[in-house]
Structure formats: structure tokens, C-alpha cells
């Protein structure tokens, strides 16, 4: 399973599918979270393409977003505080969920390298050659 995030999915519903998204769904290892479901479908502005997605985004597996996300992301947020570095609360959460679940991230968004042990999923990896 891995973790799609909000930029990926931006991508892959423009046309651009250079991470490999459409395979992950092919192969029904792409999952979403809260967060990642509220960035992309608040972006959108058709009601058909908002029906679709919501449709889509319900038969993928779902990583909740409980009190032990919410502690995680809190500690990963400070941690880049104190580090000096600005990382929106959204990315925090996303990067809480995945560490707590052992799950690779597939994501365009270079600051997610700051969090240390979240495993980011190259392109290369995403897809099967």
C-alpha cells in the first residue's frame, strides 16, 4: 500500500501521470487519508468531476486520521520548527499517517524528505516496468 498525496493526484487528474498513479489504482495499492481527500477535492471546481472523485476516493483504502496522527504530526511539526524549516500542518498530518502506519509516501513535494524514517516512493518504484 502506499500513501498518495495531494500534489500526485493534482497531476494525474491534469493529464500528467509521471509518478505512476494510474498503475498504483490499477494495481489497488494507492490509499488516501482525510487531508489528501480535502486538498484535492476543494481544488476542484466541476460538480461531475467532484462526484467522480468522491466515488473513486471511497473505493480506496482509507487511513484514519485518530488522536495518535494528530500527536505524531504535532511532534513532526515542532521538529521542523525547531530545525528551522516551515512545513504547512497538512503535510505533517500526512507524513504522522504514514509513519505511524509504515507506509511509503508517493508525493512531487521535496519537504517531505525533512521527516526522518518516512519512506518517499521515487517514480521508478511506483511503477512496474
Not at 497531476?11 to 489504482?25: N, V
Not at 495518535?68 to 521538529?79: K, M, Q
Not at 508525493?107 to 524514517?117: A, E, I, M, Q, Y
Amino acid at each position: 500500500m502506499i500513501l498518495v498525496d495531494s500534489c500526485v493526484w493534482i497531476d494525474f487528474l491534469s493529464g500528467k501521470d509521471e509518478r505512476g498513479l494510474g498503475e498504483l489504482l490499477a494495481e489497488g495499492t494507492a490509499a488516501v487519508c482525510g487531508t489528501v481527500l480535502a486538498e484535492v477535492l476543494s481544488g476542484v471546481r466541476s460538480s461531475s468531476q467532484v462526484k467522480m472523485l468522491r466515488k473513486m476516493f471511497l473505493a480506496l483504502p482509507y487511513y484514519e486520521e485518530g488522536r495518535d496522527v494528530f500527536l505524531r504530526s504535532a511532534d513532526l511539526f515542532a521538529e521542523a520548527r525547531s530545525a528551522g524549516s516551515k512545513v504547512p500542518l497538512s503535510d505533517c498530518v500526512i507524513a504522522g499517517i504514514c509513519l505511524l502506519n509504515e507506509l511509503p509516501l508517493l508525493t512531487n513535494d521535496k519537504h517531505f524528505s525533512r521527516f526522518k524514517g518516512l519512506v518517499l516512493t521515487p517514480p521508478e518504484r511506483s511503477r512496474r516496468k
